[in-house]
């Protein structure tokens, strides 16, 4: 079956960065876009960006551009997420998620299914 | 960006009753891109429902979505306990896919 697992929680100082990973299976990695959300009590779900793993190609949402960084390694079926500058209200769990479709049939950034999500806490 | 109003807040049912909750968007959401999710507490999501009214795969038919434009709503029939989550809706229809803040359905 499809699975997606996340690295283990972080603790970071205001300024710092963090990179989350996540592992893929069940399926063909470059087929499909990987997905980044987080999810805080204040912010709610919030997407911020996706990544190709066939090109590696990306786009990210505009609030946070320039901060963020998708990546992935084929050869071990992981995307990866890296969050820079880190701030306290950064706070939150991230998770990473599959789409729906793979590439024949287009994106549709609705997603499924998602990894078991990382908590990262950001504080001095 | 779209905004998605979710409601109620919360919804508190009995077994075997029905829930409808309701999910507003901001503008017109193309081509009904909208997803229902399933939380539960410590869990991540669980995609229940896309195309504003198709099923998941695996997900039962007590489970139904309906809507158009910039009204959707999901109906959940013959509750049971487990059902008690956190229901989010999401729009695809354009970028950024956006989520609602979320209606707590409480099985007492």
């Known amino acids: 079956q499809v699975q997606l697992m996340q690295s283990g929680p972080e603790v970071k100082e205001p300024g710092a960065s963090v990179k989350v990973s996540c592992k893929t299976s069940?399926?063909?990695?470059?087929?499909?876009?990987i997905h980044w959300l987080r999810q805080s009590p204040r912010q709610g779900l919030e997407w911020m960006g996706r990544n190709n793993p066939t090109t590696g190609a990306t786009n990210y949402a505009q609030k946070f551009l320039g901060r963020v960084t998708m990546t992935r390694d084929t050869s071990i079926s992981t995307a990866f997420m890296e969050l820079s500058s880190l701030r306290s209200d950064d706070t939150a769990v991230y998770f990473c998620a599959r789409d729906s479709s793979d590439f024949s049939h287009g994106g549709k950034n609705f997603f499924d299914p998602w990894g078991q999500g990382t908590l990262v806490i950001v504080s001095a | 960006d779209t905004v998605l109003t979710q409601s109620p807040g919360t919804l508190s049912l009995s077994p075997g009753e029905t829930a409808t909750l309701s999910c507003r968007a901001s503008q017109r959401i193309r081509s009904n891109f909208l997803a229902w999710y399933q939380q539960t507490p410590g869990q991540s999501p669980r995609l229940l429902i896309y195309?504003?009214?198709i099923r998941a795969t695996g997900i039962p038919d007590r489970f139904s979505g309906g809507g158009s434009v910039t009204d959707f709503s999901l109906s959940i029939t013959r509750l049971e306990p487990e059902d008690s989550a956190v229901y989010y809706c999401?729009?695809?229809?354009?970028?950024?896919?956006?989520f609602g803040q979320g209606t707590k359905l409480e099985i007492k």
């Open positions: 999401q729009q695809y229809g354009d970028t950024p896919p956006t």
């Open positions: 069940g399926y063909t990695f470059t087929d499909f876009y």
């Open positions: 195309g504003a009214s």
